[in-house]
């Protein structure tokens, strides 16, 4: 096992840095992106019921040793999760369908909070991400792409979060919180040739949104987005490695989502 470990942080840190020496695992810091799933996880304010976690048993057997098992119920986009293509596109990939190389790679973390945190529509622009490459140099094709809008530091607070602590349908005309451009979704595509997108608010559209464009645009372009990431602010903005795996679901137009980061040797 050993070997297959020091062999799988070998070749990422080949394909990644290939003028590198290789490192081992021990040396690589990972981040977790994630938020957990429990009675607090947030869902579309529609979505109902939420996260369930049922005990089937719990505690000794007969027999004297200690076993447990439970059962989960969760909708499919809800907390730390990704967006496959078919969510928003016709007979693009399920969530079952990506292939490993959508979901893994060099990433990009572009800090957009200052202006974001001032107004909860805002809509991230191709001028922030040119300003960004105007320090960092251009970002290079099949890079995975992480928006920080700041907006992870209020989850789970759904009122924060959100916009609004309302749920149901009468919650959506209340939504307000930041999102992606559609004209910076298909810049990205087109100009930068971009893995997939992710950021910290429930959405890749804006709270306000009434045709998700964004979402039009990125999955129907078959590359995936991650929604609602974690510890953003950990990371720097560029030099890191991104492993992004969903749970398996068949057909699945989404499912919850473990995504995690390291810092390339520099």
Same mark, same amino acid.
């Given at each position: 096992?050993?070997?297959?470990?020091? %062999?799988?942080?070998?070749?990422?840190?080949?394909?990644? !840095?290939?003028?590198?020496?290789?490192?081992?695992?021990?040396? %690589?810091?990972?981040?977790?992106?994630?938020?957990?799933?429990?009675?607090?996880?947030?869902?579309?304010?529609? $979505?109902?019921?939420?996260?369930?976690?049922?005990?089937?048993?719990?505690?000794?057997?007969?027999? =004297?040793?200690?076993?447990?098992?439970?059962?989960?119920?969760?909708?499919?986009?809800?907390?730390?999760? *990704?967006?496959?293509?078919?969510?928003?596109?016709?007979?693009?990939?399920?969530?079952?369908? *990506?292939? *490993?190389?959508?979901?893994?790679? $060099?990433?990009?973390?572009?800090?957009?909070?200052?202006?974001?945190?001032? $107004?909860?529509?805002? !809509?991230?622009?191709?001028?922030?991400?040119?300003?960004?490459?105007?320090?960092?140099?251009?970002?290079?094709?099949?890079?995975?792409? &992480?928006?920080?809008? @700041?907006?992870?530091?209020? /989850?789970? $607070?759904?009122?924060? /979060?959100? =916009?609004?602590?309302?749920?149901?349908?009468?919650?959506? +005309?209340?939504?307000?919180?930041? @999102?992606?451009?559609?004209?910076?979704?298909?810049?990205?595509?087109?100009?930068?040739?971009?893995?997939?997108?992710?950021?910290?608010?429930?959405?890749?559209?804006?709270? !306000?949104?009434?045709?998700?464009?964004?979402?039009?645009?990125? %999955?129907?372009?078959?590359?995936?987005?991650?929604?609602?990431?974690?510890? *953003?602010? !950990?990371? +720097?903005?560029?030099?890191?490695?991104?492993?992004?795996? +969903?749970?398996?679901?068949?057909?699945?137009?989404?499912? +919850? &989502?473990?995504?995690?980061?390291? #810092? #390339?040797?520099?």
């Amino acid at each position: 096992m050993k070997k297959i470990a020091f %062999l799988l942080v070998a070749g990422l840190t080949a394909c990644a !840095q290939p003028n590198h020496a290789v490192v081992s695992s021990n040396d %690589l810091n990972w981040i977790d992106l994630s938020h957990r799933y429990d009675s607090a996880t947030l869902y579309w304010p529609n $979505n109902s019921p939420g996260f369930e976690h049922v005990t089937e048993a719990e505690g000794k057997t007969p027999l =004297g040793y200690y076993y447990s098992s439970y059962r989960i119920s969760t909708p499919e986009h809800g907390g730390t999760h *990704l967006d496959a293509p078919i969510h928003f596109a016709e007979n693009k990939l399920t969530v079952d369908q *990506l292939p *490993l190389s959508s979901l893994t790679g $060099n990433a990009v973390v572009i800090d957009v909070s200052r202006k974001a945190l001032v $107004n909860r529509d805002y !809509q991230i622009s191709v001028e922030d991400v040119e300003s960004w490459e105007k320090v960092n140099n251009r970002i290079p094709d099949n890079t995975i792409i &992480l928006f920080r809008t @700041g907006y992870g530091q209020y /989850y789970p $607070n759904r009122e924060k /979060y959100f =916009g609004t602590p309302k749920t149901g349908m009468e919650a959506i +005309p209340e939504l307000h919180f930041p @999102g992606i451009l559609p004209e910076t979704t298909q810049w990205l595509i087109e100009k930068r040739a971009i893995k997939a997108l992710g950021l910290d608010t429930p959405s890749l559209d804006y709270g !306000q949104s009434k045709t998700f464009k964004t979402h039009q645009i990125l %999955l129907g372009s078959n590359r995936p987005g991650f929604e609602n990431l974690a510890n *953003l602010e !950990q990371l +720097p903005l560029k030099g890191i490695y991104v492993v992004a795996l +969903p749970m398996k679901i068949a057909k699945g137009s989404g499912a +919850p &989502l473990r995504i995690i980061a390291t #810092l #390339l040797p520099q």
